[in-house]
């Protein structure tokens, strides 16, 4: 059983120092592999938190360049946080998200899709999910395909205000509690850009595995550490955030989907296709010019020209053993 915040193994009491109010933490082993052996600091704790706005936890957002400290694990290769802010903020932090990256999210969903839909075409059509579905942009590309019913289980409001009318229909506000689904129900698990807020990715892959039918599929997206752009900006990437508490690799994300059951996992790279003004947002310069940038280019009417890179994310695939 999961929910997207879940258990923990301690709880400590940290003051950081004195211009910070005493903060709950927890602490953690490996949430991969389960190893309780720490690596080498792959990047330490730099928290400004008294700076971080509504925005700290929303998705697609400027980034902070803030990240709680981050260990390798010798045994997975994942990096993870093994000290937490207590999970009641961390869940009220996304209830509370803003959001104002509809374009940005539809843009997202449409790539996904393109990534994902040749290796999805044999799969029979049936009941479909998506945790950490935001407005509901990829839950449309599914419908349209075929599955059916569409389900979309999202924390934040502001997101779900933000959907379509006919995205409404099929998204559910709240975070994902596996004993609310049926057993062997559904065809298709989709979680994207999501695992690295999970205190526990573990249980969510291996809720998935229990709700899925034989022979059904998992599809997710991370960010890949190990990808050429992200080894190359190092502590200025984009994922060195705040809101991630582990980062996988192509190993990592196997070990994961491995240790749940899954066969036949497949790695793929991911172009992803946004808004210009959104890549600028990912860039390591300050905010203010940034803006700057942004609001001259959409005075060029430019901001919301499309580009295609890869920026160092993966698609990965996994089935559920058995018939379905
Ligand atoms: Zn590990």
């Given at each position: ?7 923990n193994t ?46 700290a ?6 980034p ?10 010798p045994s ?5 946080a ?26 997202a969903?449409?790539s996904?899709?393109?990534a994902l ?24 590309h ?8 569409v ?22 506000l709240?975070?994902f509690e ?43 997206v ?13 502590r ?12 996988f690799c ?15 996992v ?16 990912l ?16 005075g060029?009417?430019?901001d ?21």
């Amino acid at each position: 059983m999961a929910s997207v915040g879940v258990t923990n193994t301690g709880v400590t009491q940290l003051r950081a120092d004195d211009r910070r109010p005493v903060e709950k933490t927890i602490s953690r082993t490996c949430p991969v592999c389960r190893s309780a052996e720490q690596g080498p600091i792959f990047v330490e704790r730099s928290t400004h938190l008294r700076a971080l706005d509504g925005y700290a936890y929303a998705s697609r957002k400027n980034p902070e360049f803030m990240s709680l400290r981050l260990v390798n694990c010798p045994s997975c290769k994942v990096v993870y946080a093994p000290e937490l802010p207590n999970p009641d903020d961390i869940k009220r932090g996304y209830a509370d998200a803003e959001f104002d990256t509809a374009l940005e999210a539809a843009a997202a969903a449409r790539s996904y899709w393109d990534a994902l839909s040749s290796a999805l075409e044999d799969l029979p059509r049936g009941p479909a999910i998506e945790v950490g579905s935001g407005t509901g942009a990829f839950l449309e590309h599914l419908a349209a395909a075929g599955f059916s019913p569409v389900i979309g289980v999202e924390p934040s409001a502001t997101a779900i205000a933000a959907a379509t009318p006919h995205a409404k229909t099929m998204l559910c506000l709240g975070t994902f509690e596996e004993t609310e689904w049926p057993l062997d129900h559904f065809r298709l698990f989709a979680c994207f850009q999501t695992l690295e807020h999970l205190i526990e990715p573990f249980e969510l892959v291996a809720s998935a595995f229990r709700l899925l039918r034989p022979g059904a599929r998992i599809a997710l997206v991370t960010h890949d550490r190990m990808a050429w752009i992200n080894r190359r900006l190092g502590r200025r990437s984009p994922i060195i955030d705040i809101e991630h508490l582990q980062l996988f690799c192509p190993r990592s994300i196997c070990t994961l989907l491995d240790r749940a059951g899954f066969a036949d996992v497949k790695v793929l790279p991911l172009r992803n296709t946004y808004p210009l003004r959104y890549w600028i947002r990912l860039l390591p310069l300050p905010r203010a010019l940034k803006n700057t940038i942004i609001a001259g280019l959409s005075g060029l009417t430019l901001d919301r020209v499309r580009v295609t890179l890869a920026v160092g994310n993966m698609v990965v695939l996994a089935r559920k053993p058995g018939a379905g």
